[in-house]
Protein backbone atom coordinates (compact mmCIF):
# COMPACT_ATOMS: atom_id res chain seq x y z
CA UNK A 1 0.00 0.00 0.00
CA UNK A 2 1.03 3.65 -0.12
CA UNK A 3 2.24 5.03 2.84
CA UNK A 4 1.70 8.53 2.14
CA UNK A 5 -2.24 7.81 1.55
CA UNK A 6 -2.28 5.63 4.76
CA UNK A 7 -0.92 8.00 7.00
CA UNK A 8 -3.29 10.69 5.54
CA UNK A 9 -6.18 8.19 6.93
CA UNK A 10 -4.57 8.31 10.20
CA UNK A 11 -4.83 12.15 10.85
CA UNK A 12 -8.35 12.28 9.87
CA UNK A 13 -9.68 12.64 13.26
CA UNK A 14 -7.73 14.67 15.88
CA UNK A 15 -10.93 15.52 18.48
CA UNK A 16 -13.96 14.73 19.52
CA UNK A 17 -17.12 16.75 18.49
CA UNK A 18 -19.45 18.19 21.05
CA UNK A 19 -22.59 17.25 19.47
CA UNK A 20 -25.37 15.61 21.81
CA UNK A 21 -24.71 12.19 22.23
CA UNK A 22 -28.27 11.33 21.50
CA UNK A 23 -27.90 12.18 17.87
CA UNK A 24 -26.26 9.04 17.05
CA UNK A 25 -26.36 5.42 18.06
CA UNK A 26 -22.86 4.98 19.65
CA UNK A 27 -20.89 1.78 19.43
CA UNK A 28 -23.11 -0.94 20.28
CA UNK A 29 -21.94 -4.07 22.58
CA UNK A 30 -23.30 -7.60 22.73
CA UNK A 31 -23.93 -10.61 25.13
CA UNK A 32 -20.94 -10.50 28.13
CA UNK A 33 -18.91 -13.54 29.18
CA UNK A 34 -16.27 -14.17 31.34
CA UNK A 35 -12.43 -12.88 30.46
CA UNK A 36 -8.79 -12.74 32.13
CA UNK A 37 -5.98 -11.93 30.23
CA UNK A 38 -4.78 -15.87 30.52
CA UNK A 39 -7.78 -16.77 27.92
CA UNK A 40 -5.93 -14.91 24.76
CA UNK A 41 -2.65 -16.83 25.71
CA UNK A 42 -5.07 -20.28 26.06
CA UNK A 43 -6.51 -19.26 22.78
CA UNK A 44 -3.15 -18.79 20.70
CA UNK A 45 -2.11 -21.53 21.86
CA UNK A 46 -5.01 -23.84 20.95
CA UNK A 47 -5.10 -21.96 17.81
CA UNK A 48 -1.03 -23.07 17.23
CA UNK A 49 -2.00 -27.01 17.80
CA UNK A 50 -5.03 -26.44 14.96
CA UNK A 51 -4.20 -26.40 11.08
CA UNK A 52 -4.14 -22.48 10.11
CA UNK A 53 -7.73 -21.43 8.93
CA UNK A 54 -7.30 -17.61 7.06
CA UNK A 55 -9.86 -14.92 7.95
CA UNK A 56 -13.13 -14.44 5.70
CA UNK A 57 -12.39 -10.94 3.57
CA UNK A 58 -15.32 -8.13 2.92
CA UNK A 59 -16.90 -8.58 -0.01
CA UNK A 60 -14.90 -8.20 -3.03
CA UNK A 61 -16.43 -4.41 -3.71
CA UNK A 62 -15.45 -3.08 -0.86
CA UNK A 63 -11.38 -3.63 -1.85
CA UNK A 64 -12.07 -2.60 -5.48
CA UNK A 65 -12.90 0.94 -4.28
CA UNK A 66 -10.15 3.57 -4.86
CA UNK A 67 -8.39 5.82 -1.90
CA UNK A 68 -10.93 8.83 -2.73
CA UNK A 69 -13.89 6.89 -2.10
CA UNK A 70 -12.49 4.71 0.66
CA UNK A 71 -11.65 8.42 2.56
CA UNK A 72 -15.71 9.50 1.45
CA UNK A 73 -16.37 7.09 4.79
CA UNK A 74 -15.15 7.89 8.21
CA UNK A 75 -15.97 6.72 11.55
CA UNK A 76 -18.49 9.82 13.98
CA UNK A 77 -16.54 10.67 16.88
CA UNK A 78 -20.03 11.26 17.91
CA UNK A 79 -20.14 7.24 18.18
CA UNK A 80 -16.91 6.79 20.76
CA UNK A 81 -16.75 4.13 23.12
CA UNK A 82 -17.24 5.58 26.49
CA UNK A 83 -17.92 9.19 24.81
CA UNK A 84 -21.19 9.24 27.34
CA UNK A 85 -18.65 8.87 30.03
CA UNK A 86 -16.85 11.86 31.29
CA UNK A 87 -15.08 9.65 34.12
CA UNK A 88 -13.99 7.00 31.69
CA UNK A 89 -10.29 8.92 30.21
CA UNK A 90 -10.08 6.73 26.73
CA UNK A 91 -11.80 7.06 23.34
CA UNK A 92 -11.72 4.53 21.08
CA UNK A 93 -12.82 4.70 17.31
CA UNK A 94 -12.83 2.30 14.72
CA UNK A 95 -11.92 2.14 11.29
CA UNK A 96 -14.46 0.59 8.19
CA UNK A 97 -13.42 -2.00 6.55
CA UNK A 98 -12.42 -1.72 2.44
CA UNK A 99 -9.55 -0.68 0.46
CA UNK A 100 -6.10 -2.35 1.61
CA UNK A 101 -8.11 -3.52 4.79
CA UNK A 102 -9.76 -7.01 3.65
CA UNK A 103 -10.18 -8.98 6.82
CA UNK A 104 -12.12 -7.60 9.72
CA UNK A 105 -10.75 -7.73 13.15
CA UNK A 106 -13.03 -8.98 15.90
CA UNK A 107 -12.95 -6.22 19.20
CA UNK A 108 -14.50 -6.96 22.36
CA UNK A 109 -14.49 -4.50 25.74
CA UNK A 110 -13.32 -5.72 28.83
CA UNK A 111 -15.06 -4.69 32.13
CA UNK A 112 -15.32 -6.20 35.64
CA UNK A 113 -13.59 -9.38 34.37
CA UNK A 114 -16.38 -9.61 31.44
CA UNK A 115 -16.30 -9.02 27.73
CA UNK A 116 -18.63 -7.85 25.66
CA UNK A 117 -18.53 -7.99 21.61
CA UNK A 118 -18.40 -4.68 19.47
CA UNK A 119 -21.07 -5.55 17.03
CA UNK A 120 -20.76 -4.29 13.78
CA UNK A 121 -22.77 -0.83 12.90
CA UNK A 122 -22.56 0.88 9.27
CA UNK A 123 -24.43 3.42 10.89
CA UNK A 124 -21.27 4.94 13.52
CA UNK A 125 -19.47 6.18 9.99
CA UNK A 126 -20.12 9.66 8.22
CA UNK A 127 -19.82 9.03 4.50
CA UNK A 128 -20.26 11.73 1.69
CA UNK A 129 -22.67 11.13 -1.93
CA UNK A 130 -19.41 10.00 -3.73
CA UNK A 131 -18.95 6.79 -1.40
CA UNK A 132 -20.01 3.88 -3.71
CA UNK A 133 -23.05 2.05 -2.71
CA UNK A 134 -21.54 -1.37 -2.00
CA UNK A 135 -23.29 -4.71 -0.78
CA UNK A 136 -23.79 -5.46 3.16
CA UNK A 137 -23.54 -8.87 4.55
CA UNK A 138 -22.40 -11.07 7.35
CA UNK A 139 -18.54 -11.00 6.46
CA UNK A 140 -18.60 -7.11 7.16
CA UNK A 141 -16.68 -6.11 10.30
CA UNK A 142 -14.17 -2.62 11.68
CA UNK A 143 -10.49 -3.01 9.94
CA UNK A 144 -9.19 -1.45 13.06
CA UNK A 145 -9.29 0.80 15.84
CA UNK A 146 -8.30 4.55 16.94
CA UNK A 147 -7.27 5.44 20.67
CA UNK A 148 -8.07 8.51 22.12
CA UNK A 149 -7.58 10.75 25.46
CA UNK A 150 -7.10 14.21 27.41
CA UNK A 151 -3.32 15.03 26.49
CA UNK A 152 -3.08 18.96 26.04
CA UNK A 153 -6.44 20.16 27.15
CA UNK A 154 -9.25 18.96 29.13
CA UNK A 155 -12.27 17.70 27.00
CA UNK A 156 -10.44 17.67 23.64
CA UNK A 157 -9.49 13.68 23.48
CA UNK A 158 -6.75 13.66 20.91
CA UNK A 159 -5.15 10.28 18.98
CA UNK A 160 -2.14 8.56 20.08
CA UNK A 161 -2.07 5.09 19.01
CA UNK A 162 -3.74 2.87 15.88
CA UNK A 163 -3.85 -0.55 15.24
CA UNK A 164 -5.31 -1.66 11.52
CA UNK A 165 -3.79 -3.41 9.01
CA UNK A 166 -1.55 -7.13 9.27
CA UNK A 167 0.04 -6.51 12.53
CA UNK A 168 0.93 -3.19 12.11
CA UNK A 169 0.20 -0.26 14.60
CA UNK A 170 1.58 3.81 15.23
CA UNK A 171 1.77 5.85 17.77
CA UNK A 172 3.21 9.41 18.54
CA UNK A 173 4.31 11.46 21.54
CA UNK A 174 1.83 14.57 22.31
CA UNK A 175 2.71 16.51 19.32
CA UNK A 176 4.46 14.38 16.82
CA UNK A 177 2.73 13.40 13.56
CA UNK A 178 2.34 9.71 12.61
CA UNK A 179 5.37 8.36 11.18
CA UNK A 180 7.14 4.54 11.00
CA UNK A 181 5.37 2.24 12.42
CA UNK A 182 5.54 -1.37 14.65
CA UNK A 183 4.41 -4.53 13.84
CA UNK A 184 4.00 -7.70 16.68
CA UNK A 185 5.61 -9.93 14.37
CA UNK A 186 8.02 -10.18 11.12
CA UNK A 187 8.63 -13.70 9.18
CA UNK A 188 10.61 -14.20 5.83
CA UNK A 189 11.46 -10.17 5.55
CA UNK A 190 13.69 -9.83 2.56
CA UNK A 191 13.50 -13.86 1.67
CA UNK A 192 13.48 -14.56 -2.01
CA UNK A 193 10.26 -16.59 -1.14
CA UNK A 194 8.58 -13.95 -0.06
CA UNK A 195 7.57 -12.13 3.23
CA UNK A 196 4.76 -13.91 5.59
CA UNK A 197 2.83 -11.18 7.41
CA UNK A 198 0.44 -12.28 10.23
CA UNK A 199 -2.84 -10.54 11.36
CA UNK A 200 -4.34 -9.55 14.64
CA UNK A 201 -7.23 -11.25 14.29
CA UNK A 202 -8.94 -9.72 17.21
CA UNK A 203 -8.60 -7.28 19.80
CA UNK A 204 -9.97 -6.57 23.40
CA UNK A 205 -10.07 -3.04 25.86
CA UNK A 206 -10.26 -3.03 28.88
CA UNK A 207 -11.79 -0.04 30.44
CA UNK A 208 -9.83 2.09 32.51
CA UNK A 209 -11.28 3.57 35.80
CA UNK A 210 -11.38 7.79 36.28
CA UNK A 211 -7.92 8.72 36.33
CA UNK A 212 -5.98 5.77 35.03
CA UNK A 213 -3.41 7.00 32.44
CA UNK A 214 -2.24 4.00 31.08
CA UNK A 215 -4.40 2.03 28.70
CA UNK A 216 -4.73 -1.92 28.27
CA UNK A 217 -5.28 -3.65 24.76
CA UNK A 218 -5.12 -7.45 24.35
CA UNK A 219 -4.53 -8.54 20.79
CA UNK A 220 -4.55 -12.04 18.86
CA UNK A 221 -1.71 -12.61 16.27
CA UNK A 222 -2.23 -15.78 13.86
CA UNK A 223 -0.67 -16.83 10.80
CA UNK A 224 0.20 -19.76 9.22
CA UNK A 225 3.50 -20.04 10.96
CA UNK A 226 2.42 -18.51 14.26
CA UNK A 227 0.44 -17.87 16.69
CA UNK A 228 -0.01 -14.79 19.57
CA UNK A 229 -1.00 -13.62 22.48
CA UNK A 230 -0.12 -9.83 23.28
CA UNK A 231 -0.75 -7.51 25.49
CA UNK A 232 -0.02 -3.07 25.42
CA UNK A 233 0.32 -1.25 28.44
CA UNK A 234 0.13 2.03 26.93
CA UNK A 235 1.24 5.69 28.32
CA UNK A 236 0.48 8.17 26.24
CA UNK A 237 2.52 11.77 26.75
CA UNK A 238 6.00 12.84 25.41
CA UNK A 239 7.29 10.47 24.73
CA UNK A 240 4.76 7.95 24.83
CA UNK A 241 5.62 4.27 26.30
CA UNK A 242 4.24 0.76 25.62
CA UNK A 243 4.87 -2.17 27.83
CA UNK A 244 4.98 -5.10 25.41
CA UNK A 245 4.29 -8.52 26.15
CA UNK A 246 4.17 -11.20 23.35
CA UNK A 247 3.67 -15.00 23.89
CA UNK A 248 4.78 -17.08 20.66
CA UNK A 249 3.53 -20.39 19.59
CA UNK A 250 5.19 -21.29 16.47
CA UNK A 251 3.14 -23.61 13.75
CA UNK A 252 6.92 -24.22 12.40
CA UNK A 253 10.37 -23.70 12.48
CA UNK A 254 10.85 -20.15 12.25
CA UNK A 255 14.36 -19.43 11.39
CA UNK A 256 13.80 -15.61 9.50
CA UNK A 257 12.04 -14.29 12.50
CA UNK A 258 11.67 -10.78 13.66
CA UNK A 259 10.83 -9.93 17.37
CA UNK A 260 9.61 -6.19 17.79
CA UNK A 261 10.23 -5.03 14.34
CA UNK A 262 9.87 -1.22 13.24
CA UNK A 263 9.36 -0.48 10.02
CA UNK A 264 10.06 3.22 8.14
CA UNK A 265 10.79 5.03 5.23
CA UNK A 266 14.24 6.70 3.87
CA UNK A 267 14.33 7.85 0.38
CA UNK A 268 17.82 10.87 1.02
CA UNK A 269 19.58 12.92 2.91
CA UNK A 270 22.88 14.51 2.53
CA UNK A 271 24.38 10.87 2.29
CA UNK A 272 22.81 10.30 -1.19
CA UNK A 273 21.51 13.82 -2.14
CA UNK A 274 22.84 13.64 -5.63
CA UNK A 275 20.87 10.81 -7.14
CA UNK A 276 17.51 12.63 -6.34
CA UNK A 277 16.20 16.00 -8.19
CA UNK A 278 13.70 16.70 -5.81
CA UNK A 279 13.09 20.38 -4.56
CA UNK A 280 13.37 19.44 -0.66
CA UNK A 281 17.01 18.75 1.37
CA UNK A 282 15.86 15.41 2.93
CA UNK A 283 13.34 12.91 2.49
CA UNK A 284 12.70 10.49 5.17
CA UNK A 285 11.12 9.06 8.61
CA UNK A 286 13.98 8.00 10.05
CA UNK A 287 17.44 8.87 9.38
CA UNK A 288 19.28 6.02 11.34
CA UNK A 289 19.56 2.50 13.30
CA UNK A 290 20.60 3.32 17.29
CA UNK A 291 21.56 0.21 19.25
CA UNK A 292 22.49 -0.15 22.66
CA UNK A 293 24.25 -3.56 22.59
CA UNK A 294 24.97 -5.99 25.36
CA UNK A 295 28.57 -5.10 25.33
CA UNK A 296 27.76 -1.25 26.22
CA UNK A 297 28.67 -0.10 22.81
CA UNK A 298 26.36 2.66 21.23
CA UNK A 299 26.08 2.54 17.82
CA UNK A 300 24.88 5.40 15.29
CA UNK A 301 24.38 3.68 11.54
CA UNK A 302 22.67 6.45 9.47
CA UNK A 303 20.17 4.65 7.08
CA UNK A 304 20.55 4.27 3.28
CA UNK A 305 18.46 3.63 0.46
CA UNK A 306 20.48 1.46 -1.79
CA UNK A 307 20.76 0.61 -5.63
CA UNK A 308 20.13 -3.10 -4.39
CA UNK A 309 18.74 -4.66 -1.51
CA UNK A 310 20.81 -4.74 1.84
CA UNK A 311 20.34 -6.82 4.86
CA UNK A 312 22.78 -6.32 7.57
CA UNK A 313 23.25 -7.89 10.89
CA UNK A 314 24.71 -6.66 13.78
CA UNK A 315 25.21 -9.81 16.18
CA UNK A 316 24.92 -9.04 19.70
CA UNK A 317 23.72 -10.93 23.23
CA UNK A 318 21.38 -9.22 25.78
CA UNK A 319 21.13 -5.66 23.99
CA UNK A 320 20.17 -3.06 26.03
CA UNK A 321 17.66 -1.84 23.07
CA UNK A 322 17.73 -0.95 19.43
CA UNK A 323 15.84 1.56 17.58
CA UNK A 324 14.85 3.67 14.27
CA UNK A 325 15.23 7.81 15.24
CA UNK A 326 14.55 10.53 13.37
CA UNK A 327 17.77 13.14 14.33
CA UNK A 328 16.29 15.80 11.86
CA UNK A 329 14.37 17.93 14.18
CA UNK A 330 14.20 21.22 12.61
CA UNK A 331 12.05 22.38 9.85
CA UNK A 332 14.95 23.62 7.39
CA UNK A 333 16.07 19.86 7.68
CA UNK A 334 13.21 19.35 5.24
CA UNK A 335 11.32 22.66 4.23
CA UNK A 336 8.25 20.38 3.51
CA UNK A 337 5.17 21.71 4.93
CA UNK A 338 2.71 19.49 3.70
CA UNK A 339 4.68 16.26 5.24
CA UNK A 340 6.79 18.28 7.97
CA UNK A 341 9.21 15.27 8.49
CA UNK A 342 10.64 16.95 11.30
CA UNK A 343 7.84 16.00 13.31
CA UNK A 344 8.25 12.29 13.13
CA UNK A 345 8.59 10.43 15.82
CA UNK A 346 11.37 7.97 16.44
CA UNK A 347 10.66 4.76 18.27
CA UNK A 348 12.93 2.98 20.59
CA UNK A 349 13.08 -0.97 21.76
CA UNK A 350 14.00 -1.95 25.19
CA UNK A 351 14.19 -5.73 25.85
CA UNK A 352 13.13 -6.26 29.25
CA UNK A 353 14.63 -9.64 30.62
CA UNK A 354 17.57 -11.46 28.68
CA UNK A 355 16.68 -11.70 25.30
CA UNK A 356 19.58 -14.35 24.61
CA UNK A 357 21.92 -14.19 21.62
CA UNK A 358 20.94 -13.04 18.05
CA UNK A 359 21.46 -10.09 16.33
CA UNK A 360 19.92 -6.76 15.10
CA UNK A 361 18.96 -6.83 11.41
CA UNK A 362 18.59 -4.13 9.23
CA UNK A 363 16.87 -4.29 5.97
CA UNK A 364 16.95 -1.31 3.34
CA UNK A 365 14.94 -2.00 0.08
CA UNK A 366 15.64 0.66 -2.82
CA UNK A 367 13.20 3.29 -3.58
CA UNK A 368 12.60 5.78 -5.26
CA UNK A 369 10.10 7.29 -3.80
CA UNK A 370 8.91 8.72 -0.66
CA UNK A 371 5.08 6.59 -0.82
CA UNK A 372 6.90 3.31 0.21
CA UNK A 373 8.07 1.45 3.36
CA UNK A 374 11.47 0.69 2.96
CA UNK A 375 13.47 0.06 6.20
CA UNK A 376 13.15 -2.81 8.55
CA UNK A 377 14.73 -3.29 12.05
CA UNK A 378 13.86 -5.93 14.02
CA UNK A 379 15.90 -8.27 16.89
CA UNK A 380 16.64 -12.12 15.38
CA UNK A 381 16.90 -14.57 17.99
CA UNK A 382 20.16 -17.57 17.56
CA UNK A 383 18.26 -20.53 16.09
CA UNK A 384 15.18 -19.10 15.40
CA UNK A 385 11.97 -20.34 17.25
CA UNK A 386 11.30 -24.07 16.80
CA UNK A 387 7.88 -25.63 15.71
CA UNK A 388 5.67 -26.48 18.82
CA UNK A 389 7.93 -24.42 21.60
CA UNK A 390 6.42 -21.53 23.59
CA UNK A 391 8.53 -18.19 24.04
CA UNK A 392 7.81 -14.66 25.82
CA UNK A 393 9.31 -11.85 24.72
CA UNK A 394 8.80 -8.70 27.02
CA UNK A 395 9.78 -4.90 26.16
CA UNK A 396 9.40 -1.53 26.01
CA UNK A 397 8.42 0.53 23.07
CA UNK A 398 8.88 4.39 23.61
CA UNK A 399 7.86 6.51 20.94
CA UNK A 400 8.60 10.06 20.84
CA UNK A 401 10.35 13.06 19.22
CA UNK A 402 13.42 13.42 21.58
CA UNK A 403 14.46 9.70 23.05
CA UNK A 404 18.12 9.55 23.17
CA UNK A 405 19.76 6.48 24.71
CA UNK A 406 23.93 4.75 24.99
CA UNK A 407 26.53 6.36 26.16
CA UNK A 408 28.59 9.61 24.19
CA UNK A 409 27.91 12.32 22.38
CA UNK A 410 25.38 11.34 19.60
CA UNK A 411 25.53 11.91 15.66
CA UNK A 412 23.62 14.90 14.82
CA UNK A 413 23.94 14.41 11.26
CA UNK A 414 26.63 12.67 8.28
CA UNK A 415 27.26 14.16 4.83
CA UNK A 416 28.84 12.20 2.02
CA UNK A 417 30.16 13.33 -1.29
CA UNK A 418 33.11 13.99 -3.54
CA UNK A 419 36.10 15.91 -2.68
CA UNK A 420 37.60 18.93 -4.86
CA UNK A 421 37.92 18.39 -8.00
CA UNK A 422 36.70 15.02 -7.68
CA UNK A 423 39.77 13.24 -5.77
CA UNK A 424 38.21 11.31 -3.96
CA UNK A 425 35.10 10.96 -1.49
CA UNK A 426 34.60 12.80 1.55
CA UNK A 427 32.55 12.15 4.85
CA UNK A 428 31.59 14.31 7.41
CA UNK A 429 30.10 13.47 10.93
CA UNK A 430 28.66 16.04 13.34
CA UNK A 431 28.81 15.39 16.81
CA UNK A 432 26.50 16.90 19.52
CA UNK A 433 28.11 19.07 22.26
CA UNK A 434 28.79 17.98 25.85
CA UNK A 435 30.49 19.11 28.95
CA UNK A 436 33.24 16.45 27.86
CA UNK A 437 34.52 18.50 25.00
CA UNK A 438 37.83 19.85 25.50
CA UNK A 439 38.67 23.03 24.47
CA UNK A 440 41.18 22.45 22.29
CA UNK A 441 40.14 19.52 20.21
CA UNK A 442 43.57 18.24 19.58
CA UNK A 443 43.32 16.44 22.57
CA UNK A 444 40.40 14.02 20.56
CA UNK A 445 42.27 11.01 19.28
CA UNK A 446 40.14 9.68 15.98
CA UNK A 447 39.22 6.00 15.11
CA UNK A 448 38.74 5.63 11.66
CA UNK A 449 38.63 2.55 10.08
CA UNK A 450 37.74 1.11 6.55
CA UNK A 451 37.16 -2.25 4.85
CA UNK A 452 38.40 -1.85 1.87
CA UNK A 453 39.93 1.07 -0.07
CA UNK A 454 41.71 3.66 1.06
CA UNK A 455 40.95 6.30 4.13
CA UNK A 456 42.50 9.19 5.74
CA UNK A 457 43.16 9.35 9.37
CA UNK A 458 40.73 12.29 9.49
CA UNK A 459 40.67 16.12 11.23
CA UNK A 460 38.27 17.22 13.50
CA UNK A 461 36.91 20.91 13.56
CA UNK A 462 34.60 22.74 15.86
CA UNK A 463 30.96 22.62 14.25
CA UNK A 464 30.30 26.96 15.03
CA UNK A 465 26.50 26.42 14.67
CA UNK A 466 26.04 23.37 17.18
CA UNK A 467 29.23 23.79 19.06
CA UNK A 468 30.28 20.26 18.65
CA UNK A 469 32.88 18.36 16.96
CA UNK A 470 33.02 17.78 13.58
CA UNK A 471 34.89 14.77 12.21
CA UNK A 472 35.90 14.55 8.30
CA UNK A 473 37.86 12.17 6.54
CA UNK A 474 38.83 11.13 2.72
CA UNK A 475 38.35 7.86 1.12
CA UNK A 476 39.36 6.68 -1.97
CA UNK A 477 37.33 3.17 -2.91
CA UNK A 478 39.76 1.89 -5.63
CA UNK A 479 37.64 -0.81 -6.63
CA UNK A 480 35.99 -1.84 -4.02
CA UNK A 481 32.30 -1.79 -4.63
CA UNK A 482 31.34 -1.92 -0.71
CA UNK A 483 33.09 -1.05 1.84
CA UNK A 484 32.35 -0.81 6.01
CA UNK A 485 33.25 2.22 7.86
CA UNK A 486 33.89 2.52 11.57
CA UNK A 487 34.86 5.95 13.09
CA UNK A 488 34.58 7.38 16.59
CA UNK A 489 35.94 10.21 19.04
CA UNK A 490 37.85 9.65 22.05
CA UNK A 491 39.32 11.34 24.75
CA UNK A 492 42.01 10.17 27.37
CA UNK A 493 41.67 6.91 25.53
CA UNK A 494 37.53 6.08 26.39
CA UNK A 495 34.96 6.42 24.30
CA UNK A 496 33.41 10.39 23.90
CA UNK A 497 31.44 9.66 20.82
CA UNK A 498 28.88 7.10 20.09
CA UNK A 499 30.21 4.62 17.71
CA UNK A 500 29.58 5.73 13.83
CA UNK A 501 29.22 2.61 11.57
CA UNK A 502 28.24 3.19 7.34
CA UNK A 503 27.68 0.59 4.59
CA UNK A 504 29.25 2.38 1.48
CA UNK A 505 27.95 1.19 -1.81
CA UNK A 506 29.31 2.55 -5.24
Known sequence: MLRREFLGLLGALTASPTFAQQAEPGLQLGRATPFAPKNVVDLARRRAQS????PQPVPAPWTNISYEDYTAIWFDGRNALWRSEADT???????????????????????????????????????????????????????????????????IFQEFAVFQGASYFRAIGTGDIYGLSARGLAIDTAAPEGEEFPDFRAFWIEKPAPGQDT?????????????????????????????VTAHLFPRRDLDNVGIA????????????????????????????????????????????NPETLQ????????PKGFGLMQRARRYSDFTDLEAQYHRRPGAWIEPLGDWGQGSVALVEIPTPSEVFDNIVCYWRPAGGLAAGSEHRFDYLLTWGADVAYGKGLIVLNTAIGSAFDNDGIIAVI????GPNVPQDLSQLDIVVNASAGEASSGVVQRNPETGGPRLAFKFHPGTARLIEFRAQLRLNGQPLTETWLYRWTA
Do not use: C
Open 430 to 433: DFAD
Open 89 to 155: PLRMDVFAPGLYFATPVDISVVDGGHQRPLRFDLDVFDKTDRFPDLPVDDSLGYSGLRLRAELERPG
Open 215 to 243: FTVHALLDSPSVTGAYRFKITPGQPLVMQ
Open 311 to 318: ISAFVDET
Open 51 to 54: RYVP
Open 261 to 304: PLTSMFQYDQTNRARFTDWRPAVHDSDGLLINNGAGETIWRPLA
